[in-house]
């Protein structure tokens, strides 16, 4: 190879380095499997060969990385479910939802077995319900008014099984791919779990949002960085997820992979990724129809008026349901 070609394949090299776009990706908390589709693309270069040079930023119990898209600190988001993106289009924040990551919002009350709480509805006949503060003023008020759930029962809950464990009779909130664990960790027994989804919750959950400015005038860096996310959430899924783990491990060094590999099997026996619509238009899809359903609910249990959400800056339709992974996998044996 003369000097003349080499200087001009590292001229090419350098060119296509500089022409990944750099995207800060931050997440609502510490590295789990909740997350593992973000960090499996970045794990087997998906990102990369969307031209995506990207940086996971965690969030944490002393992080809140909320404020900084809006403030333009990080190009995208990863939140919870949509209550928060009814606050931000009440409030005139100017971000929007690009993506559902997940088909069920992993809420879910846990209960221990053979004391009658097999059953949904009885759940609301428990002495005790142990509800975070947050929980009690958002779906807890959706409880009380859909399903008859009692403001007596409640009592503080403090992100401590300890109370949970020594009272049968309790019942507590958990997200459905973690505190089952831990309590069959701690409390060595397989605790009765009732996600909020299968009985009429139906937000979605780890959505993507994004900046209205980043929307209008980068939609294809939109649609490339939800692509690959979609991919990697099929490739987490479905596929080899070792060097992924290895990278929730490294961010998060609390974490095993065993209880990567335990919230994974969970994720995929409960549907919370893929089922309903991403069964048919891929992961990630959503629904202007879902999110206005879910909107009525919240107005009904209280928590809105009438009126004071504009639904069409809450989510945008153009980036999803077009199908992306499902041939990957079919290829990868996906059920």
Known sequence: MNARLAAALLAALAAGAQAQDKVIFATNWKAQAAHGGFYQAVADGTYKRHGLDVTIQPGGPQVNNRPLLPAGRITFLMTGNLLHNFDNAKNGVPTIVVAAMFQKDPQALIAHPGQGYENFEALKTAPVALIAKDGQFSWWQWLKVTHGFRDEALKPYNYNLGPFLANPKAIQQGYSVAEPIYVENQGKFK?????????????????????????????????????ASILGWVNYLYGDRRAANAL?????????????????????QQGIVDSGESLANGIGAMSEGRVKDFHAQMVKAGLYQPGDVDLSKVATFQFVNKKVGLDVKAKLGGK
Do not use: C
């Open 248 to 268: 929730m491990i490294k961010d998060n060094p609390e974490m095993t992979v065993a209880e990567l590999e335990a919230s994974t099997l969970l994720m995929k």
């Open 191 to 227: 605790p009765v779990v009732h996600l909020l989804a299968d009985h009429g919750f139906s937000t979605y959950s780890t959505v993507i949002e994004a900046r209205v400015d980043t929307v209008k005038n980068q939609p294809d860096l939109v649609q490339r960085f939800v692509d």
